[in-house]
Structures are given as structure tokens and as C-alpha cells.
């Protein structure tokens, strides 16, 4: 029996994986969050997300020639091996199974908790033990916390106990995130444009009026769509599946790519058609659903916000739970006899998933209680955007090889399109450094630590 993956998608469906890939949660919370920052300067967004996109299309295409390339392996740590070394893998490993996946998750099981917030006081105003949305409360409620610790659990559970089940939840969350997205981009254009009540020029010519932007506005927001734009990199491991993949892996990926920036920029315009740039600063999106389509209706769009961010979740908990046993399937990594071992009933790796758990409880209580409380004062850091942005930097080695070592490849993939991905991810870099200032520092800081530890498991194996 041949152990080798059949190509079986053609490019429609290679164009809805990537989509469903990419496309979760972030747009929901990073929009508001993009808003703030620019001062309520609608415009100013739309530039954010389109350079963004643009970053995240030639990265995609880059990526997708080394996919190409690379036919036979899959994943973000099998290509920095194939490009840089085995070391160097091991240690993009590491900071994926103990920075990247966990802080990400962490942080989306939040997000998840927030909006099921919104929801039950959009519901019932006077829902007992519920803090007031509108106060911005539910973010660092009790309740919230509660909520967020009960789903990491709940979607460890599945994983470890179901991985069918968390597989038909991850499949079935896909198409229901598209709801929401597709309805306000198309009806809240429509309605900001024809009803009287309708704010889409007045948003887009009157800045907030009690919001004052960060200092780097552009480049801060820029950062911040780095959030709603990750995911890209997994999608670049469908080509063992894809037929004709050297063809229609970087049309799947360059059309899905501007699908996913079309519909983030059209959702970030249809909010605005909805709510005063005020409003959506104060209240988010939600607010908007209401106004669109009344209380009994908006409040479904809410369910379906809560939907995606849960699927997202569980994508990022299933993903996460293998991050020590990637490792010790290898050989590498602490304890790889005891990482490496799987569930005679379920093939998870179980002991790998317990301590994923772990780091993730650990990112989640510097979350809560580091920035949300602000008990980490001006030592704070930004644990959803700066691990992504760390991801472009470490890229950086990885593109410099392919253009040092690919001499087969032609100009464009060789030159032109790694060049292009190394500015951008560069940018990134840049936009980071002057968005969050003395952060990234702390960051470096918190990275430094827990790559040297990783550093002395890979020395222990030498």
C-alpha cells in the first residue's frame, strides 16, 4: 500500500482550503483595534490592509515555489530544514511549539469568550453575574476569564478525547465565518450608501472625535493586520494534495490571497456603514450588526462571530497540541521517547497535548493578567502580534537561502519574488519596532529566554 498523499483537489477546492485556512477571527477584533489606532481615519485603514495583504500575497507566492520544491514536505519547520539546516529547524520548531501556536491560541480562546459576551448581554442586557459590553468590561470580567479557561479545556478535551469530532467542528466552522463577513461587506456598503441613517461618508471624512491615533498610525495598523492575515503558511502545505500542483498551487494561492484581502477590506468598509467610527471604536463591530439588521438578527451575526472564533480556536489547540511531538518525532527536543508516543485509540499525541496545554495556560495568564489587567505595567507586550511578526524575521535566513542556493529556479522565483517577500517581511519588522517601542524589547527579552532553553535540549542532543 503506497504511503504517498493522492492529489485529489483540484483548484476550486485548493482555492476554498486556503481561504478557510487563512480567514478566522482576526479581522473581527483587529479592525476595531486598527480603527483606534489611526484615530478613527477610515481611510488610513484601508491602506493598512491593503499593504498588508500585499505582504501576505508575495510571501504566499514565494513560499508556495518551495512548496513546489520541497514536494514531499510539509510545514513551516520542514521547509526552514530544507532551506537552512536541521538546526535551524529544530529551533523553528521550538519556537513554534512554545511561543507562536501557544500565545496564538491563548489569545483566541479570549477573543472567543469576548464576543459569546457580547452575545448573551446583546441578548439580555440583564443577564445576572454579566458585566456591561458597553463599559468594555467583559474583556477582563471574571466571567470572561472563566469562560476563556472553560473552552481551552473543552477544545483540549475534544482533541484529546474526539480528533474525528474537533475535525468535523474545524470543517464545519469554515463556511460559517464567511457569514458574517460576506453579509456586512455586501448589505452594510449597500446600507451605508441608500439609508438615512447609513455612515459610510461621514466615516470616511470624519475622523473619531475622542480618539487620538498612536504616533505611527500606518505602521501600527500595518502591524496589526499582520494578526488577521496569519495562517498563510500552513496553506503552503497543500501541494502533495493539489493536482498539477506546480500549476495550480500558485494560482490557488495568488487567487485565494486576494479573495481573503477583498474580503477583508470590503467587511472593514461595511462595518463603517453600520456605526460612527466612534461607535465601532467604543462598541465594535457588534454594534453594527444591530444597526444593519435589527437586534434579533445582528445578534445571529454575533453567534456566528463566536462560531469562527471557536473553530479558529480549535484549528490553533489542534495544531498546538502536536508542537512537542513534531519535535520528538524528530529525535529533538526534551524527552523525545515520551513526547513521540501516541494514543492506541485515538493516535493523539497525548503527552505532547497535556504540556501544549500548559504553555498555553502560561501565555493566557500574562495575557489576562500582564496586559488586559496591566499588571506588567510598562513591561507590557503585545503576545498577539509580536510572535507573528518574529515568524518574519525568522523567515528572513530561510529566503536568503533559497536565493543563495535555487539556481535551477527561474528569475522571478529565484530573485524577484524572495527579494520581494525579504522587503516585506522587513517592513513588517520595521512597522513592529516603531508600533510597540519599548515591547518589543520585553518581547526579546521573554524570546531570548525561552529559545535558550530550547538551545540547551538541542545541545544535550549533539
Given at each position: ?260 484581502a477583498a474580503t477583508y477590506i470590503l467587511y472593514y468598509v461595511g462595518v463603517a456603514g453600520g456605526a460612527t467610527n466612534d461607535q465601532l471604536i467604543d462598541l465594535g463591530a457588534p454594534v453594527a ?174
Open positions: 500500500m503506497s504511503n504517498e498523499l493522492k492529489r485529489k483537489y483540484g483548484l476550486f477546492t485548493a482555492i476554498c482550503m486556503v481561504v478557510g485556512v487563512v480567514i478566522g477571527s482576526g479581522v473581527f477584533f483587529k479592525a476595531q483595534d486598527i480603527l483606534k489606532k489611526t484615530g478613527g481615519d477610515m481611510p488610513l485603514g484601508i491602506v493598512a490592509w491593503i499593504i498588508g495583504g500585499a505582504i501576505m500575497l508575495v510571501s504566499l507566492l514565494t513560499f508556495s515555489f518551495m512548496g513546489q520544491k520541497y514536494e514531499k514536505v510539509n510545514g513551516l519547520v520542514d521547509y526552514a530544514d530544507a532551506t537552512v539546516g536541521s538546526r535551524y529547524g529544530y529551533f523553528m520548531g521550538w519556537f513554534v511549539s512554545t511561543v507562536y501556536l501557544p500565545s496564538m491560541t491563548a489569545v483566541l480562546a479570549w477573543v472567543s469568550a469576548m464576543y459569546t459576551m457580547v452575545f448573551l448581554t446583546s441578548a439580555n442586557p440583564n443577564f445576572p453575574m454579566m458585566i456591561s459590553v458597553a463599559d468594555g468590561g467583559c474583556a477582563i470580567g471574571p466571567e470572561c476569564i472563566a469562560l476563556t479557561l472553560f473552552y481551552l479545556c473543552g477544545i483540549y478535551a475534544v482533541n484529546a478525547l474526539s480528533p474525528k469530532l474537533a475535525g468535523r467542528f474545524q470543517t464545519g466552522t469554515t463556511l460559517i465565518k464567511m457569514i458574517p463577513l460576506v453579509l456586512i461587506a455586501v448589505v452594510g456598503v449597500i446600507y451605508g450608501l441608500v439609508s438615512s441613517q447609513g455612515t459610510l461618508v461621514e466615516n470616511f471624512t470624519t475622523k473619531a472625535t475622542h480618539v487620538t491615533p498612536v504616533s505611527n498610525p500606518l505602521l501600527s495598523a500595518v502591524c496589526a493586520t499582520a494578526f488577521a492575515y496569519e495562517g498563510w503558511i500552513i496553506a503552503t502545505s497543500i501541494n502533495a494534495e493539489i493536482k498539477e500542483s506546480k500549476k495550480n498551487l500558485p494560482r490557488a494561492l495568488l487567487i485565494g490571497g486576494i479573495v481573503i450588526f444591530t444597526n444593519i439588521f435589527g437586534g434579533f438578527f445582528g445578534n445571529v451575526l454575533n453567534l456566528f462571530v463566536v462560531i469562527s472564533c471557536l473553530g479558529t480556536t480549535n484549528g490553533l489547540m489542534l495544531a498546538s497540541s502536536r508542537g512537542m511531538y513534531s519535535l520528538a518525532a524528530r529525535g529533538k527536543g526534551p524527552a523525545p521517547k515520551t513526547f513521540s508516543q501516541l494514543d492506541a485509540q485515538t493516535n493523539m499525541p497525548n503527552n505532547s497535548a497535556i504540556v501544549s496545554l500548559l504553555i498555553i495556560a502560561g501565555w493566557f495568564l500574562y495575557f489576562i493578567c500582564g496586559v488586559q489587567l496591566g499588571w506588567a505595567g510598562k513591561y507590557a507586550f503585545d503576545a498577539s502580534e509580536l510572535p507573528i511578526i518574529t515568524i518574519y524575521f525568522m523567515y528572513l535566513p530561510m529566503l536568503i537561502q533559497w536565493i543563495r542556493k535555487e539556481k535551477d529556479q527561474t528569475l522571478v522565483r529565484r530573485f524577484i519574488m524572495p527579494s520581494l517577500s525579504i522587503c516585506g517581511a522587513l517592513f513588517m519588522i520595521y512597522a513592529c519596532i516603531f508600533s510597540h517601542g519599548w515591547g518589543c524589547l520585553w518581547y526579546l527579552i521573554v524570546f531570548a529566554v525561552i529559545m535558550g532553553i530550547g538551545a540547551l535540549y538541542q545541545k544535550n542532543k549533539q
